[in-house]
């Protein structure tokens, strides 16, 4: 199989889910965390992904507050590890779009606790995404627009842009290397802009990058 193929496939193969959090200064602001200095992550397992078509959004057990975030996601290429900032978009074989959802009353009551949050962002149905979008259809991924409604709603519940990512792609990549060895499939969410909020089972989420891509898929 072609790498592009392969690569269009990634949520077959992909190892790991790897996710910025606190990326965006307004999204931080909005839920009441520290700036971070340098990059945060969290990881998603790959039964998470959520492909198109192929069913809703279900809200995990105990869970009564499910928030929605828009993102980028990054799709990984070729293994590497410690990856120079310079060398970072060589290792990016194209793009997805991505929802990371959360389970915010269970995150909250594990942060009160000490405990990990896992079960808050790795729930099955937790990332759903978009179809593969190949690398030379997006011209600068650094200039992007992110956007969220629910339902038929005129308003956009997020409107952002990724130039105002705290942390940028080649950065993002190389620290995550540093630690984590990537691997071709592998994908990376960069972080969501402001306006993240609660859906209900029977909402229907649609969300896009520019005109590049598009998600629609219902709360059950």
């Known amino acids: 199989m072609q790498q592009s193929s392969r690569l269009a496939q990634f949520s077959q193969f992909g190892k790991k889910i790897i996710c910025i959090a606190r990326n965006y200064l307004d999204h931080a602001k909005e839920l009441g965390n520290a700036v971070p200095s340098e990059p945060v992550f969290f990881l998603k397992p790959t039964t998470a992904f959520l492909l198109p ?16 975030e828009v993102e980028l996601g990054l799709v ?4 590497g590890s410690d990856i120079p ?3 970072a978009f060589d290792f990016i074989g194209g793009y997805t779009l991505a929802l990371d959802m ?24 937790s990332c759903p995404i978009s179809d593969f979008i190949p690398k030379d259809a997006i011209k600068n991924p650094q200039d992007v627009h992110l956007w969220l409604r629910v339902n038929e709603e005129t308003q956009l519940r997020q409107d952002g842009n990724t130039r105002d990512m705290i942390f ?9 290397s540093k630690y984590m060895t990537l691997e071709e499939g592998d994908l990376i969410l960069t972080g969501t802009p402001s306006g993240v909020g609660a859906v ?15 998600i629609k898929v219902s709360v059950k």
């Open 76 to 79: 990984i290429n070729q293994r």
């Open 168 to 176: 940028k792609i080649p950065t993002i990549i190389s620290y995550i």
């Open 102 to 125: 959360t389970a915010r009353d269970l995150q909250e009551k594990a942060k009160q606790k000490g405990h990990p949050w896992t079960i808050a962002k790795g729930f099955d149905t």
């Open 85 to 87: 900032e310079s060398s």
């Open 53 to 68: 078509g192929s069913g809703s959004i279900k809200i995990p057990p105990g869970c009564s507050n499910i928030h929605f």
């Open 200 to 214: 209900n089972s029977g909402d229907t989420i649609t969300a896009g990058l520019a005109e590049l891509a598009q």
